[in-house]
């Protein structure tokens, strides 16, 4: 897709996806057979659920129809999300990847997979995993330390409780079995 094209379509499609509550992730037209596809990426700080996806893909529809924006052929408009293995590009990416693993490579060309804490102005407070039975470290990350970062899939990932548990040692979530002495 020429930038003209990709300029001229973010134009015209990330006010629509805004106005849905979304934030536009990514615009890409491919050629598939005959046919062009145009891929749009969305998302938001809260995610964005089948029907979310639903609405603003008839927005967007209804919008390329009024338009030449994809010129006169045939093309297919498919809308989605990042999905769950996603580049971390921009500063709103590392906010929503809070409570995540995610593998980085530093631009000292060393890799690091660790879970994102905290995120700031100036960069990530991460939990690095200990290995062979030690506990997990503390690091401090700057931005301008990350080359590439890239969340991880999870399929043992700890819940907030067990997380909750861990960091005080005992367990706070569920206290509707204690009794005090006088109740007993």
Same mark, same amino acid.
């Given at each position: 897709?020429?930038?003209?094209?990709? #300029?001229?379509?973010?134009?015209?499609?990330?006010?629509?996806?805004?106005?849905? @509550?979304?934030?536009?992730?990514?615009?890409?037209?491919?050629?598939?057979?005959?046919?062009? %596809?145009?891929?749009?990426?969305?998302?938001?700080?809260?995610? +964005?659920?089948? *029907?979310?996806?639903?609405?603003?893909?008839?927005?967007?529809?209804?919008?390329?129809?009024? $338009?030449?924006?994809?010129?006169? @052929?045939?093309?297919?408009?498919?809308?989605?999300?990042? @999905?769950?293995?996603?580049?971390? $590009?921009?500063?709103?990416?590392?906010?929503?990847?809070?409570?995540?693993?995610? @593998? =980085?490579?530093?631009? +000292?060309?060393? #890799?690091?997979?660790? /879970?994102?804490?905290?995120?700031?102005?100036?960069?990530?407070?991460?939990?690095?995993?200990?290995?062979?039975?030690?506990?997990?470290?503390? /690091? /401090?990350?700057? =931005?301008?330390?990350?080359?590439?970062? /890239?969340?991880? %899939? #999870? =399929?043992?990932?700890?819940?907030?409780?067990?997380?909750?548990?861990?960091? $005080?040692?005992?367990?706070?979530?569920? *206290?509707?079995? *204690?009794? $005090?002495?006088?109740?007993?």
């Amino acid at each position: 897709m020429s930038s003209t094209q990709s #300029e001229r379509l973010r134009e015209l499609l990330e006010p629509l996806v805004s106005s849905q @509550g979304l934030d536009l992730e990514e615009i890409a037209v491919d050629a598939v057979g005959r046919k062009r %596809v145009l891929r749009v990426v969305v998302d938001s700080d809260t995610g +964005a659920d089948l *029907d979310r996806i639903a609405d603003v893909s008839r927005v967007l529809s209804a919008k390329l129809d009024e $338009t030449d924006a994809m010129g006169s @052929g045939e093309y297919t408009l498919e809308v989605g999300t990042p @999905g769950a293995e996603r580049p971390l $590009t921009e500063y709103r990416h590392y906010v929503r990847a809070t409570g995540r693993l995610v @593998g =980085f490579r530093l631009t +000292a060309g060393d #890799e690091l997979v660790a /879970r994102i804490l905290r995120t700031d102005d100036d960069g990530l407070d991460l939990e690095v995993p200990g290995v062979k039975g030690r506990k997990p470290t503390a /690091r /401090r990350l700057a =931005f301008d330390e990350i080359d590439r970062a /890239r969340v991880q %899939v #999870e =399929f043992n990932r700890r819940d907030d409780r067990s997380a909750a548990q861990d960091a $005080t040692g005992t367990d706070d979530t569920n *206290d509707t079995n *204690d009794k $005090t002495e006088e109740e007993a």
